[in-house]
């Protein structure tokens, strides 16, 4: 007998929340069904936060469900309040319009289309011709604003004000819902834990106006062990779009998690087998690094195919063990005729982004944490030029222990 996904999930650390978690379990293991995830198109390539909601997809599509996945054409003109201490920039219609495109392919790339193995919706298609007064006739009577103003998404926003152009999000979101159990019997919602006063929106709505079943589970957003969001380096958002975040970035920043961390990662964002990603999670000490090597390759090899992830393990290996220069470890280029006039040390580490800013890169090399080409500078105002350049015509720059990077010329 087949396992039941909702376990898989379960097991693998995925679920958070769940609204009718037997009756979700018994539906999934008897059933194929239909669900969906949204994501908001607020820039032109999906992130690292994405990716877990992306494996989930994944997981469900293997058992045999059917994925919808929501742009949020309609949705990402308004903005979800939730985790925001400030009313998220407004976009244009045709910015939103080019970033649910560029989703479209990324999700490509890991769910099957064809055959009707999944669906791609757009809630632009619907909700830009709304009608407001049949709108709120319709769908907000079933909605109290008692309790909507429990919500943690908008309890947090109350003290610095809620607008009420925000607070349409939820009735949108869960509209949505609504339309696609009528349109394609979607009974199932997952998110982000962050997703969960709006999933539930969804779930009561559907019951209250369809009398059917409907429901709802939520997964752990990625955190730190101090509870910050995963997915960001100080230049960033860490994409799944090579060209804005590279297979080698990529696959540094997964390589250099926190040691109690791997385990989870591991469960979440890759498909090894569970007994091997508790082994891996017990090793300790210097043996930690190897389970995190496979957890980088892992990860990068699902995003980026193998090749690229061999092509960044390479990269990383040759740096760390000899300090040579790969193809693919980040790069700055300067003209020739820039770096021949003299560049100072902290333009280079702030033009690199290896640090924020210029009193930034002065406290990093104060405190001994710089060298290029394996000379430690602690000079501030020391300056480089193409005098100072490598035998492979190269500024081998080494902050900490393990942020690389190079500096060529054209």
């Known amino acids: 007998m087949d396992t039941n996904v909702y376990d898989i999930l379960l097991e693998r650390g995925f679920i958070e929340q769940a609204t009718h978690a037997e009756e979700t379990r018994e539906l999934l293991g008897k059933e194929k069904i239909t669900f969906y995830i949204g994501f908001d198109a607020t820039a032109d390539s999906l992130t690292a936060g994405h990716f877990l909601t992306v494996m989930a997809m994944m997981h469900m599509q293997r058992a045999g469900h059917r994925p919808i996945a929501l742009l949020g054409g309609g949705t990402t003109m308004i903005g979800d309040p939730t985790g925001k201490s400030d009313m998220r920039t407004v976009m244009t219609k045709e910015t939103i319009e080019h970033n649910a495109e560029c989703f479209h392919e990324q999700l490509a790339k890991f769910i099957s289309f064809d055959n009707d193995k999944a669906i791609i919706e757009n809630n632009a298609d619907w ?14 009577v079933h909605f109290s604003v008692n309790k909507m103003l429990t919500a943690e998404c908008y309890k947090q926003r109350m003290e610095k004000g809620l607008t009420f152009f925000e607070f349409n999000y939820m009735l949108m979101q869960s509209y949505d819902f609504l339309l696609l159990n009528q349109k394609h019997n979607c009974v199932l919602q997952l998110g982000g834990n962050d997703q969960w006063s709006n999933i539930l929106g969804g779930v009561e709505l559907i019951r209250r106006k369809e009398s059917k079943p409907a429901f709802g589970l939520t997964f752990k957003l990625l955190t730190t062990s101090e509870g910050i969001k995963m997915g960001k380096t100080m230049k960033g ?8 975040t590279s297979p080698y970035e990529f696959y540094q920043y997964w390589r250099n998690v926190e040691d109690v961390k791997v385990e989870e990662l591991l469960g979440l964002l890759t498909f090894l087998p569970m007994e091997e990603v508790k082994r891996l999670g017990a090793l300790e000490g210097a043996e930690i690094n190897h389970a995190k090597d496979i957890l980088a390759f892992e990860i990068t090899s699902i995003v980026h195919g193998e090749e690229e992830a061999k092509k960044a393990q390479e990269a990383a ?6 300090g040579m220069l790969s193809e693919n470890m980040p790069t700055t280029i300067y003209s020739n005729e820039e770096l021949e006039a003299g560049r100072d040390i902290l333009t280079i580490l702030t033009d690199t982004k290896l640090c924020k800013s210029r009193s930034d890169a002065r406290r990093t090399v104060q405190q001994g944490g710089v060298s290029i080409n394996d000379i430690k500078i602690n000079d501030v105002d020391k300056i480089f030029s193409t005098s ?10 080494k902050k900490g222990k393990k942020a690389f ?3 060529m010329t054209k």
């Open 388 to 397: 100072d350049l490598n035998e492979q015509g190269a500024l081998l720059i």
């Open 317 to 322: 290996k040759s740096i760390f063990s000899s």
């Open 237 to 244: 958002a860490i994409w799944l779009n090579p060209d804005k």
């Open 405 to 407: 990077h190079r500096v």
């Open 127 to 140: 909700l830009l011709n709304l009608n407001y007064v049949d709108f709120i006739r319709d769908i907000g």
